[in-house]
């Protein structure tokens, strides 16, 4: 929790530290986010006393009808929500704001244990601890090492950005992985909306 995060400068900087070896866009702004942010989570996996893996997710409450409503018909642009607002606003999914989200802001394992799994294991033992959710998910930089890694883990794709993004050239990639039946039947409905598209948005916005 935050308050073990402030109470203990030692762990916070393995935390940070590791967020920041891993991922390039990580800012010291981030700090301030980590232990501000009510709706934020953070797992860690620990060997031998040290930390070697670390989730950060945000929680994605349902949306207001109202509020849902104006996202859907491109009148409003939310701050975060980006899971149920993406299905809103590009999948045309109507009621896609009723659903509660958990989302994964980012994942890190230590260099020097990559490769042993201990990734996919802190995901599995976070994913089983979700019950205040509907689905799980994420979104990326499309490579082909990290659509395995969600793939491995059940998460579905859902969109593909359409533009590259300018620091890394890839697409964006948005997945996910249904927590129970309600998010089970998203899931599929936004899978197969990608399915219909796929075809028009390849020869389009692909080439």
């Known amino acids: 929790e935050q308050q073990q995060l402030l109470n203990d400068e030692s762990l916070l900087r393995q935390v940070f530290g590791l967020m920041a070896l891993a991922h ?19 797992s860690v996996l620990r060997y031998q006393g040290n930390v070697v893996a670390t989730l950060w997710t945000i929680a994605e409450s349902a949306l207001d009808g109202q509020l849902a409503q104006h996202v ?14 993406s299905l809103l606003v590009h999948a045309g999914i109507e009621d896609a704001g009723q659903y509660h989200y958990q989302r994964i802001s980012r994942i890190a394992v230590h ?5 042993r799994g201990w990734g996919h ?3 599995q033992r976070y994913i089983a601890s979700v019950n205040a959710a509907d689905m799980v998910g994420v979104s990326f930089a499309l490579s082909v090492e990290l659509l395995r890694f969600w793939s491995k883990a059940g998460f579905k794709i859902v969109r593909i950005g359409q533009h590259r ?19 089970e039947k998203l899931v599929k409905r936004a899978h ?14 692909w080439q």
Not at 77 to 85: A, N, S
């Open 24 to 42: 390039y866009r990580t800012r010291p702004t981030d700090v301030q986010m980590l232990l501000d942010h009510t709706d934020m989570q953070v």
């Open 72 to 85: 859907y018909d491109g009148t409003r642009r939310l701050k975060g929500h980006l899971l149920p607002q």
């Open 111 to 115: 260099p020097d244990c990559q490769q």
């Open 121 to 123: 294991l802190l995901l």
């Open 165 to 183: 993004d300018e620091v890394s050239g890839s697409l964006s990639v948005m997945m996910l992985k249904a927590i129970n039946a309600d998010g």
């Open 192 to 205: 197969q909306t990608l399915a219909q598209q796929w075809t028009f948005l390849l020869e389009r916005q």
